[in-house]
């Protein structure tokens, strides 16, 4: 049995293609033997007609899931009998399942999914009110308004303007980053293509969904075959159409990944940075021992990027360590001659971290060192911190890497809780 969201479009027309032929050419003849005209196996026009037909199929195919959220074979009423029986007998539209679910103070929805294995992974909608702007101007004290409680949670509320799904690529994390939650419990499995188109299927069938974050659990680049199919299944005008600009891949350095993914995805590129030298950033995120800041920043130089598209650079703000005006001016030498974006996040604290939140003020100066250059710089609203679903304090349960008690509790106010590192 084949997953449906395993198959890009063009996968599926050629899984079709068999199918498509008359019912009296798909027979076989060995080669010798002896053929009636319609034991003959099928001519070039046979053959031609049914790859039109199976792209056609595709499409139609792609339209009821994806767009129309149909997921009953037998339900797709203009398509044949016959080959909505073939459907059931050999494709299988997958579900992720919820195992619980949590709603922040300031709006954010995190989901923690169970996998047909029995492992969990988590993803967050976090909205954007009409009133938020991506204003490098704005003070910081403005940008954090949109933290506080609402009255009106709905995701499907016209308040909102962005709706961003922040979702997993890994059941864990290889890449063990001293300041993030996910990278504790280490590394248990990579995600299929059709796990992590999964999540963003059953995300968009709760909301209407604007943007793509791969800022979940796990180091995107190192899962990159299924997160290339993924985006590739993300990004199709028959699929679920997202543009190009709102599918952003995030990575903490996988330099020759990155060149990679430039060769074979059309989406835009998020480097995790955190630091402003080699033995700052290798302290807390050991990728950088392999691929230092110059290969990395050089990838980054040659990535494709199409007009008026920039790299967005975060920079997680840790206290006393990497968020002094001498680590700005080193980060704003790196960020040279790259067309860029920074985006400037105040750590989140969890048990377990030897890391501290700085400042607001000191926040607030970092960013204006940028601001007064002409960079923009701007400061992530920490979203979801109530639930543990703002950025770096995601992770699952059960059945992680590591796989003890400090790596197992899914738990909030509310009793339940839970996820993935961003």
Not at 78 to 83: G, H, Y
Request: proline content about 4%; hydrophobic content about 35%.
């Amino acid at each position: 049995m084949i997953y449906f969201q395993s198959l890009t479009k063009e996968e599926l027309a050629e899984l079709l293609r068999p199918v498509s032929l008359p019912k009296a050419r798909r027979r076989y003849v060995p080669e010798g033997a002896a053929a009636s005209a319609e034991e003959a196996g099928p001519s070039t026009e046979d053959l031609l007609k049914a790859e039109r037909r199976a792209r056609y199929r595709a499409q139609q195919i792609f339209h009821w899931v994806y767009q129309r959220f149909v997921t009953n074979w037998d339900e797709m009423s203009d398509l044949s009998k016959d080959l909505r029986v073939w459907l059931k007998e050999n494709v299988e539209i997958y579900r992720v399942t919820e195992r619980a679910s949590q709603q922040a103070v300031d709006g954010t929805h995190k989901f923690l999914w169970n996998l047909a294995d029995g492992k969990t992974v988590e993803s967050v909608i976090i909205p954007a009110a009409l009133q938020e702007k991506e204003n490098p101007e704005q003070d910081f004290d403005q940008q954090r308004f949109s933290g506080a409680a609402i009255e009106d949670k709905d995701l499907k509320s016209e308040r909102w303007s962005r709706l961003t799904a922040c979702i997993s690529s890994q059941v864990g994390c290889a890449m063990g980053c001293k300041f993030c939650l996910t990278g504790i419990q280490g590394l248990d499995r990579q995600l299929q293509a059709h796990e992590i188109v999964g999540q963003v299927f059953e995300l968009r069938r709760l909301a209407p969904i604007t943007n793509i974050v791969f800022m979940g659990m796990g180091e995107p680049l190192h899962n990159f075959e299924n997160v290339v199919k993924a985006c590739k299944i993300l990004l199709d005008p028959d699929g679920l159409n997202f543009s190009k600009r709102k599918v952003t891949v995030s990575t903490s350095g996988l330099v020759p990944a990155i060149e990679e993914l430039g060769r074979q995805a059309d989406v835009s590129l998020a480097i995790s940075l955190n630091a402003s030298t080699d033995e700052q950033r290798s302290q807390i995120m050991p990728v950088n021992r392999k691929w230092n800041l110059d290969a990395l920043m050089s990838a980054c130089r040659s990535y494709p990027l199409g007009s008026h598209r920039r790299i967005t650079f975060e920079y997680v703000l840790l206290k006393d360590f990497n968020d002094s005006l001498e680590d700005a001016a080193r980060v704003l030498r790196l960020l040279r001659g790259i067309p860029s974006k920074l985006n400037l996040i105040p750590f989140n604290e969890h048990s377990g971290s030897e890391f501290k939140r700085p400042s607001d003020e000191t926040v607030k100066k970092f960013q204006r060192y940028f601001v007064d250059r002409n960079i923009t710089a701007t400061v992530r609203i920490s979203r979801g911190r109530d639930i543990l679903a703002a950025c770096g304090q995601l992770r699952s349960i059960f059945g992680t890497a590591r796989g003890t008690e400090r790596h197992r509790d899914w738990k909030s106010n509310s009793g339940a809780g839970g996820g993935t590192a961003f």
